[in-house]
């Protein structure tokens, strides 16, 4: 599993510290930072996937694997609601940066996955994205059924 000092040590920091002349944000975002224009035959399939994801540039591969896995298991129907991608905050209630802050991870079907709450994803619609890279937050300790973040960057 990725952690944030890993992506830090990959990827730099993904906002502006008041302590450098650097603009972190911009380098980080024109560095690893893509718009990727989902597939139009996804976006057919799976409804609930926007267009377009701005996300990590190391996260297209996998996503469309995953998406593509999710299209040949005929599993479309489970993906309800896609929660979105990046984002620059802590995780919830700690003070360590989510992997969201990267683009290297992404949440579906929150409203029944919630956190600490008992996931509500089938194992095969899971399965689709960890073989695709991803790990998944229903299987940690502390269960947060929607998220689905890199494995390995």
């Known amino acids: 599993m990725i952690t944030s000092k890993d992506c830090i040590k990959k990827y730099g920091i993904p906002y502006d510290e008041e302590t450098t002349t650097v603009n972190e944000n911009s380098l980080f975002e024109n560095t690893h930072m893509v718009l990727w224009d989902v597939p139009a035959d996804i976006n057919l399939a799976i409804p609930a996937i926007p267009n377009k994801i701005y996300c990590n540039k190391d996260m297209v591969a996998p996503l469309e694997k995953g998406f593509r896995n999710v299209i040949a298991r005929k599993l479309t129907h489970e993906i309800k609601t896609w929660d979105g991608c990046f984002n620059i905050r802590n995780k919830r209630g700690l003070s360590t940066l989510s992997i969201h802050s990267w683009g290297d991870a992404f ?47």
Do not use: Y
């Open 107 to 153: 949440d579906i079907n929150a409203a029944w996955n919630g956190l600490n709450k008992k996931p509500t994803m089938s194992k095969e619609l899971v399965q689709c994205f960890l073989d695709a890279g991803f790990d998944w937050g229903g299987f940690w300790k502390r269960l947060d059924g929607m998220h689905f973040q890199l494995a390995k960057i």
